[in-house]
């Protein structure tokens, strides 16, 4: 007799792309109304629609306080959702708008009624086996309503363990960023969540792991035989991991001045890319065997003691500038920032990973608002030759320059890597060759779907490899914490420290400069 095929689980979910959702569900959106919902979700949700990958019983709700009716809902999203209409995107859209409602209510506040028009809403999409019985909840609200919103929906029996025994779907969270605002909030988050629901139902975002340079990095490393054997101390002589953008706050001084580069990229971002840079190797493809090992390297970063902050973190603010021959003015006199703000725009960290692999490897991870690029990538600087014919300046030699592999984020996504060759000629010239491959260049991944694109399918589909676990998020914040103390206790007495446009700080140059390096320019 055969076994039944047991559910998938995040344990045991193919993760295989291209297919997209075929049970039919309901995405609900809360802050249905706000920037993130317009900006990057909805837009992600045509599109899937729009490549055919949503079931056909598809429905969206969406639940904001603003009073809208379902017309000037869906008026708004097309405004969102279709900015340069392409061929086929009236068909795409008519079709797609007839699946959107909303619900204009409360959150937590006052008249909860909101809820119990949920709860009929999902009914009426049909809760046995229809589309309201798998559901997807998206939390595009201010941190501060994420377990509000999810607790309500436990009470409500919408959501929650208790809800998936008797209806037999699922419900699942999509939870934004930030997931706290440093290692005690983001624990008792997760007590909190923890109350009413399987860790299973919460996928934590972050975009940078939807994107396909970075999923790549596992590609790369474990499906070649060229790069696993010098991905280590012997042959790796340091790696670093940048978020340069040129832009200032834009508006958003009031929510920046709460977070700040270190909260708002580094604990995050940053540190997964570090994460799955220094990963080992997992021993197969599901998802708690590789956030097992993104958790496992994350807790081998060595803690930075209080008395260390000085010389592995710096922090940095700027001031005002020109940006492409306009001025631009310093944070300080940005919109809803303190004129005496000592909330950093800059920060770098020096970072060790304990273990065989890495041990004397430093990371170096920065991020920074108003430097001369926008540009985010992962460098990873190889040790030089060594021994080599070829002297700096010698016969027919012209120096040679360590091997980097480069994946570059954005502005665009790829990798290069950077070898020494000869320059075409008599003599032995080096040249420096870049092995180049550029996905805006590839067709089918021009095609292929955005960051939110990927990750609200693989939400859909119950995949979390690509979605922070609890336990991975306390890690991050483990890493940071002892520098968000220092800094909080210690106010920056030279704010601003880096004009607009410059390269940031000078200490972060010195950080690498102490140890005899210097930061990869996006230039090279
Ligand atoms: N925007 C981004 O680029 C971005 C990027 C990454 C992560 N995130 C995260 O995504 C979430 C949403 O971001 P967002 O930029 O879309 O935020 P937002 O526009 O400020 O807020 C989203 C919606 O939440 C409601 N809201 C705002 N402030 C509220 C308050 N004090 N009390 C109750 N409701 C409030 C508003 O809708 P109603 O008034 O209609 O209810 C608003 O339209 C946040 O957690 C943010 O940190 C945003």
């Not at 317009?38 to 490549?51: D, E, K, S, Y």
């Not at 008026?75 to 959107?100: K, N, Y």
């Not at 540190?271 to 956030?291: D, T």
């Not at 607009?500 to 230039?523: C, F, N, V, Y």
Request: neutral net charge.
């Amino acid at each position: 007799m055969s076994s039944p095929v047991p559910p998938a689980t995040p344990d045991t979910v193919d993760p295989g792309r291209g297919n997209g959702v075929t049970e039919s569900c309901t995405i609900v959106v809360f802050g249905a109304s706000g920037d993130l919902t317009q900006r990057m979700v909805m837009p992600a949700i045509f599109r899937l629609a729009r490549r055919g990958l949503l079931p056909p019983e598809f429905r969206l709700i969406g639940y904001a306080r603003t009073r809208l009716t379902d017309d000037e809902f869906r008026a708004l999203m097309r405004q969102a959702a279709v900015r340069e209409p392409r061929e086929g995107d009236e068909a795409a859209w008519s079709d797609f708008a007839g699946r959107l409602s909303y619900i204009a209510a409360e959150y937590d506040r006052g008249d909860l009624q909101g809820y119990g028009e949920l709860a009929r809403r999902l009914e009426q999409h049909g809760s046995g086996a229809g589309a309201g019985a798998r559901r997807l909840f998206y939390l595009a609200t201010p941190p501060a309503l994420f377990a509000p919103i999810m607790n309500h929906l436990s009470d409500a029996k919408l959501a929650g363990t208790a809800y998936q025994r008797a209806a037999g779907g699922w419900a699942r969270f999509v939870v934004e960023k930030p997931f706290g605002h440093d290692l005690a909030s983001a624990r008792s988050l997760n007590a909190e969540l923890a109350r009413n629901y399987d860790e299973n139902d919460v996928y934590r975002i972050d975009h940078f792991l939807g994107k396909e340079i970075v999923q790549n990095l596992f590609a790369l490393r474990f499906a070649n035989a060229i790069f696993e054997p010098v991905w280590n101390r012997t042959y790796v002589d340091h790696v670093q991991i940048t978020a340069g953008e040129t832009l200032g706050v834009e508006g958003r001084g009031g929510y920046y001045e709460t977070a700040g580069a270190l909260r708002d990229m580094v604990q995050n971002h940053l540190m997964q890319l570090c994460a799955l840079v220094a990963i080992e190797p997992p021993s197969e493809w599901n998802p708690r065997a590789v956030r097992d090992e993104k958790v496992k390297v994350l807790r081998a970063v060595r803690t930075i003691s209080p008395g260390d902050v000085g010389s592995s973190a710096v922090r940095g603010q700027y001031g005002a500038g020109f940006i492409a021959g306009e001025p631009v003015s310093a944070y300080r006199e940005e919109e809803k920032v303190a004129a005496d703000s000592y909330v950093e725009t800059y920060a770098a960290l020096r970072l060790h990973i304990d273990n065989m692999r890495w041990a004397g490897v430093p990371f170096y991870l920065r991020s920074g608002k108003r430097l001369p690029k926008r540009a985010t990538e992962i460098v990873v600087e190889f040790r030089p030759a060594p021994h080599t014919p070829f002297l700096p300046g010698g016969a027919g030699g012209s120096g040679v320059r360590p091997n980097k592999l480069v994946a570059t984020i954005s502005p665009h996504e790829g990798v290069v890597l950077q070898v020494e060759g000869k320059l075409a000629g008599q003599d032995m010239q080096l040249r420096r060759i870049d092995l180049d491959y550029c996905y805006t260049r590839d067709r089918k991944a021009a095609e292929s779907p955005s960051a939110y694109e990927h990750l609200l399918l693989d939400a859909l589909r119950g995949d979390p490899t690509f979605f922070a676990r609890a336990d991975e998020v306390e890690a991050a914040w483990e890493i940071v914490q002892p520098v968000i103390a220092k800094w909080a206790a210690e106010r920056a007495t030279d704010f601003p420290n880096y004009a607009a446009a410059s390269a940031g700080p000078l200490a972060a140059d010195k950080l690498l400069a102490r140890d005899g390096r210097r930061w990869h320019s996006p230039e090279e």
